[in-house]
């Protein structure tokens, strides 16, 4: 039994990303000067579950390549942490960003679910002020995650 249980131990620990990698990577997507290379960390990072990479993409969410906060908010949504919502919230409010970009913010904090999230998407399907496709966009996606 002992062996069984070291060897499942074993198993878990080597598919943890090491230290020293998660670091490199979340280092690339802020320093590096080719655009595919951080595009290519931020999607590791993403799919990496890994609650560090959390601030490195709430970095990337403020970065001035529109690709860049796309990629970063995919990432988010991936991660699916409480700690990204403010961030969202300002990508998914901000006006002059791109549609796409803010319809990945809505489907993120749909996926969060947490209370905050889901109030502002609740409170954006009702301003009037606001983009109708938008609105309805993110109609669907509470519909989507049953909450309403």
Request: net charge neutral; glycine share 6%; hydrophobic share 40%.
């Amino acid at each position: 039994m002992g062996m069984i249980a070291n060897s499942m131990v074993d198993e878990w620990h080597s598919s943890l990303p090491k230290t020293d990698g998660i670091y490199r990577t979340m280092e690339k997507t802020m320093v590096d000067r080719d655009l595919q290379e951080r595009i290519s960390a931020i999607i590791a990072l993403g799919n990496s579950r890994d609650p560090r990479a959390v601030w490195s993409l709430i970095d990337c969410c403020k970065d001035q390549d529109p690709e860049i906060r796309l990629r970063a908010i995919e990432g988010l949504q991936s991660l699916r942490s409480g700690r990204s919502v403010e961030i969202l919230i300002e990508r998914l409010r901000d006006k002059r960003e791109l549609h796409k970009t803010r319809q990945r913010a809505a489907v993120a904090l749909a996926t969060i679910r947490s209370y905050r999230a889901i109030q502002e998407l609740k409170n954006l399907v009702v301003d009037t002020t606001e983009d109708g496709a938008l609105r309805s966009f993110i109609g669907g996606e509470l519909d989507r995650v049953q909450i309403w």
